[in-house]
């Protein structure tokens, strides 16, 4: 049973920067890829970006690209998410969540186990 734990989240301003952290326990880290995802009010949780398990591979949403970049640190058993450039519409909370396996996926139903989720909000 792998447990996930997002932090780094908060109040920004538009143009500003987070780093959120997601701190994994429970199994063998480099196993699991790992992705990020979100949920804003109202709306249906999406896709941010993923990593696989060896970190090789990587993967974003469009709307995030080149803006927010997706690392790990398989000796800490930590996945980050580095989100510059952010936009009052970033402004959701963020989810990690695991899957076994070294490869990348943006399907939600894919990941075996999530965190509670970190609040980020983005003022204009």
């Known amino acids: 049973q792998v447990q996930l734990v997002e932090s780094g989240g908060g109040l920004v301003q538009g143009g500003g920067s987070l780093k959120l952290s997601c701190a994994a326990s429970g199994g063998t880290f480099s196993f699991y890829a790992m992705g990020w995802f979100r949920q804003a009010p109202g709306k249906e949780r999406e896709f941010v970006a993923d990593i696989s398990g060896s970190g090789g591979s990587t993967d974003y949403a469009d709307s995030v690209k080149g803006r927010f970049t997706i690392s790990r640190d398989n000796a800490k058993n930590t996945v980050y998410l580095q989100m510059n450039s952010l936009k009052p519409e970033d402004t959701a909370v963020y989810y990690c969540?695991?899957?076994?396996?070294?490869?990348?996926?943006?399907?939600?139903?894919?990941?075996?186990?999530w965190g509670l989720g970190t609040q980020v909000t983005v003022s204009s």
């Open positions: 969540a695991a899957v076994a396996g070294d490869y990348v996926t943006q399907h939600a139903y894919e990941y075996n186990y």
